[in-house]
């Protein structure tokens, strides 16, 4: 049984985290699966991959605040770089040959690239089901009903998928409705839940004695994600704990993100050296583990780390992302409206108003709402549906002699 995912890829680490994440469940769940996914995320050689997977390495594109696509790291212009990427998926699907296409965010691919093997497997292999990922929210609805009407996806979804899968709950956002799908398209969303993140490698006691926490000191843990555009939430946590008093008392670790500037990385390793209550890492392929040991978290607002903190049911600040997508946005604004952390617009975050919300949810750890963690389980039962439909043989006629 085979099953060929395309991971969106143009920013940051949440869409290769979040696919890995499903294809390593895929594989310990249904036996005799193997998964071949295709990214151009520079950090896929920075996970270990289970039995089962493997991927093709795309080249690079990158996705900066204005939302252009761009290459970014090859001397090609980004038609030709579109171009090949295109053709290395197709080549993928015509040697692999899959049972199940599975598609994250776009029906289509960047810049249209999944055309040529969307189109393939529906006039070569019909009976490959092509299922299209989706994150709870996109981007408001205006911009992203625009976006689908000119991409032509919602055509897309009605000829060729067989289903949408969407890690999210309708009480956060019904995807339906906000977005407007003619009902053909509606029926055929399965609401999974969000992403369960499972524990770490490494216990509470391990990470304490790593970084010498002490028994009358609380862990916060700081991270932007991949880190790109982490400075500013950085910069404002190191001015704030200047100002507070008795900070002694916080034990801080700032995972940086690989794709920070490394001028920025470094100016914030050299802040951190006159405070021996601070280290600053890069990145690590266990995060989970420090989110589990953290007394309080201070983040942006990406789906994977939203997952994470809500996974541990940890106290946050959540400072989100709003340029060019609203998606953290109305991620974070829409889950603060249920308690289930603290939000900080960008517009609004200074090192006084971090700070006051960090001591605030260190001191009132609130227990989290009830969320519905069952996005692997539910994605893992679709695609197995869709294995034994396509695997289980017809019934034979029944002959009756007389």
């Given at each position: 049984m085979r099953l060929m995912v395309y991971s969106h890829d143009t920013f940051g680490l949440g869409n290769i985290r979040r696919m890995l994440a499903i294809c390593e469940h895929l594989v310990q769940e249904i036996p005799g699966l193997s998964i071949l996914l295709l990214s151009g995320s520079p950090m896929l050689q920075g996970f270990r991959l289970p039995k089962g997977l493997d991927y093709i390495k795309l080249p690079c594109l990158n996705r900066g605040e204005t939302g252009e696509i761009a290459v970014k790291y090859?001397?090609?212009?980004?038609?030709?770089?579109?171009?090949?990427?295109?053709?290395?998926i197709l080549s993928a699907a015509i040697n692999f040959q899959p049972d199940i296409f599975l598609v994250d965010k776009k029906a289509?691919?960047?810049?249209?690239?999944?055309?040529?093997?969307?189109?393939?497997l529906h006039k070569v292999l019909p009976k490959t089901k092509l299922v299209l990922l989706l994150r709870d929210i996109l981007d408001t609805p205006e911009k992203?009903?625009?976006?689908?009407?000119?991409?032509?996806?919602?055509?897309?979804?009605?000829?060729?998928?067989?289903?949408?899968?969407?890690?999210?709950?309708?009480?956060?956002?019904?995807?339906?409705?906000?977005?407007?799908?003619?009902?053909?398209?509606?029926?055929?969303?399965?609401?999974c839940g969000y992403i369960r993140r499972p524990s770490g490698n490494k216990s509470k006691t391990q990470i304490h004695q790593e970084?010498?926490?002490?028994?009358?000191?609380?862990?916060?843990?700081?991270?932007?994600?991949?880190g790109e555009d982490g400075y500013d939430l950085i910069n404002n946590y190191l001015q704030g704990l200047k100002i507070l008093p008795n900070s002694d008392y916080i034990k801080s670790l700032i995972i940086c993100g690989p794709e920070m500037p490394t001028e920025q990385k470094q100016g914030f390793e050299e802040a951190a050296?006159?405070?021996?209550?601070?280290?600053?890492?890069?990145?690590?392929?266990?995060?989970?583990?420090?989110?589990?040991?953290?007394?309080?978290?201070?983040?942006?607002?990406?789906?994977?780390?939203?997952?994470?903190?809500?996974?541990?049911?940890?106290p946050a600040v959540i400072i989100p992302r709003v340029k060019p997508s609203q998606e953290q946005l109305m991620r974070c604004q829409r889950m603060q409206e249920k308690a289930l952390f603290k939000t900080i617009h960008p517009d609004n975050l200074t090192p006084e108003i971090l700070m006051n919300q960090l001591i605030h949810v260190l001191a009132n750890p609130h227990k989290v709402h009830s969320v519905d963690l069952e996005g692997l389980p539910r994605i893992t039962h679709h695609v197995r549906n869709i294995l034994v439909d396509k695997f289980t043989p017809p019934p034979q006629p029944q002959f009756v002699y007389s």
């Open positions: 090859l001397e090609m212009n980004i038609e030709d770089t579109v171009r090949l990427r295109s053709h290395l289509y691919g960047i810049k249209d690239e999944l055309i040529p093997t969307v189109r393939y992203t009903i625009h976006e689908w009407k000119k991409q032509g996806y919602y055509a897309a979804i009605e000829k060729y998928y067989e289903s949408l899968l969407v890690v999210g709950t309708p009480d956060i956002l019904d995807f339906r409705q906000e977005y407007q799908l003619p009902e053909a398209t509606a029926k055929k969303v399965r609401f970084l010498k926490v002490q028994i009358n000191q609380k862990l916060v843990l700081v991270t932007p994600g991949g050296k006159i405070n021996p209550q601070v280290q600053i890492g890069e990145f690590t392929d266990d995060l989970m583990s420090y989110v589990e040991a953290a007394d309080a978290v201070v983040s942006m607002g990406g789906y994977n780390t939203v997952c994470e903190i809500l996974s541990a049911a940890k």
